[in-house]
């Protein structure tokens, strides 16, 4: 079964820093882009962040840029988020999502882990 | 960024009627490789989003016929021919085209 399961998510202190990881199993990892989309509770969804299949190149939103990671050990199947000098506004639930050529779209989703950032 | 612009926000439906959303774009999502990177998600309560419709029209595995997607440019729709009671969640449309990719509002499907 194709699956992407994500981990890490907890409660941080403005400015702290959280590691977020996503297990990917049931497909090549190694062959797929990925992406970060965050969630607010109760309202949409912003992409966050993308890496190509070897994780040689990296794009992050304006409002993450300079503070969040991306990164993926395709030895470990399993794709990174680091995130650093964490804000009240990066309260969010964040998925991992795998990015298909083919479908031109992101076709699997994780469950997600919620990220609270507040003193 | 392009804006993503979806209306109806709320769409209180009854079941076995059809239902029907817009999405309207900033600027045009035709891509130069010639494809139009816009896709539709389906988001049920308490569960990640999930890939209903991909460049506009097609569907993805395992979606019901029922679900339609339409449009070119600039302007989009989703219809649905007969809602369902498992249909009643948020629809997103997001397009990939230009980076960073968006994502509308969404629209959230209601039984009456």
């Known amino acids: 079964e194709v699956q992407l399961v994500e981990s890490g998510g907890g409660l941080v202190q403005p400015g702290g820093s959280l590691r977020l990881s996503c297990a990917a199993s049931?497909?090549?990892?190694?062959?797929?882009?990925m992406h970060w989309v965050r969630q607010v509770p109760g309202k949409g969804l912003l992409w966050v962040s993308r890496?190509?299949?070897?994780?040689?190149?990296?794009t992050y939103a304006d409002s993450v840029k300079g503070r969040f990671t991306i990164s993926r050990d395709n030895a470990k199947n399993t794709l990174y988020l680091q995130m650093n000098s964490l804000r009240a506004e990066d309260t969010a639930v964040y998925y991992c999502a795998r990015w298909s050529g083919y479908y031109g779209g992101m076709d699997v989703w994780g469950q997600g882990t919620t990220v609270t950032v507040s003193s | 960024d392009i804006v993503m612009t979806q209306t109806p926000l709320s769409s209180p439906v009854t079941l076995g009627q059809p239902a029907s959303i817009s999405c309207r774009s900033s600027q045009s999502l035709v891509h130069s490789d010639g494809n139009t990177y816009l896709s539709w998600l389906q988001q049920r309560p308490g569960q990640p989003p999930r890939l209903l419709i991909y460049k506009i029209s097609n569907h993805f595995s395992g979606v019901p016929d029922r679900f339609s997607g339409s449009g070119a440019g600039t302007d989009f729709t989703l219809k649905i021919s007969r809602v369902e009671a498992e249909d009643v969640g948020i629809y997103y449309c997001m397009q990939a085209t230009h980076f960073p990719y968006t994502f509308g509002q969404g629209t959230k499907l209601e039984i009456k």
């Open positions: 049931g497909f090549i990892f190694s062959s797929y882009w």
């Open positions: 890496t190509n299949s070897d994780g040689s190149t990296t």
